[in-house]
């Protein structure tokens, strides 16, 4: 759907996630998904630019269909539809992880490894450590080119769940020693920097 599109359908649930940061509008979303039938649509608004690469590796993540977004000011309007039960999935996590603190022992150490920092441009400008490269989850499938295969990659957003969803993905196009930081930048103790 593009940015400027009116949907010409009907939304059964509208969930206001305005303000909300990383993962609340996915939390919300799930559990209002709960609440509608199959087939419904839920039209989930929020503010986080981070939402829109969220919500579709969250329904693709569990069968529901990601339908499209659009863009009014600082709202994104997303819009889902709830699959059947035949369709969707259990929601899986990466299980492969690594602790802030593993990841502040492994800064001291001279073994080469990437930090791959999926939080949106605005996050990393303001607060990233300084050995993080920066490439958004909505567009890390088009950098998979400038990644290592040959060393570890750990990657981190805010709360560890954007980068579980990177980790996913980096997975399944082959990419074999990748770890999510758990907890993420939330409760990061370690050096950082700023633009």
């Known amino acids: 759907m593009s940015a400027q599109a009116r949907p010409n359908f009907s939304v059964d649930k509208v969930l206001d996630c305005k303000g909300l940061a990383c993962p609340m ?5 799930k559990k209002a998904m709960e609440q509608i039938a199959p087939g ?3 039209e989930v608004q929020a503010t986080d630019k ?3 690469a969220d919500m579709k590796g969250w329904a693709n993540n569990t069968g529901h269909h990601y339908l499209g977004s659009i863009q009014e000011g600082d709202v994104m309007r997303h819009f889902l539809r709830k699959a059947s ?3 969707t999935k259990a929601e899986t996590k990466y ?14 150490s001279p073994e080469p490894f990437l930090l791959i920092d999926v939080r949106e441009p605005a996050e990393y ?3 990233r450590i300084p050995a993080a490269k920066s490439i958004p989850l909505g567009v890390l499938e088009q950098h998979l080119d400038e990644l290592p295969t040959d060393r570890d990659m750990f990657v981190i957003c805010r709360s560890g769940n954007r980068s579980d969803l990177a980790c ?4 399944g196009k082959g990419f074999s020693r990748v770890k999510n930081v758990v907890p993420g930048m939330a409760g990061w103790g370690g050096p950082v920097e700023s633009q």
């Open 25 to 29: 509008p996915v939390v919300r979303t």
């Open 40 to 42: 419904q649509v839920i």
């Open 50 to 52: 981070g939402s829109l």
């Open 85 to 87: 039960p035949q369709e």
């Open 95 to 108: 299980p492969h992880t690594i602790t802030n603190e593993e990841l502040h022992a492994r800064l001291q």
């Open 125 to 127: 400008a303001f607060q």
């Open 168 to 171: 996913q993905l980096l997975a």
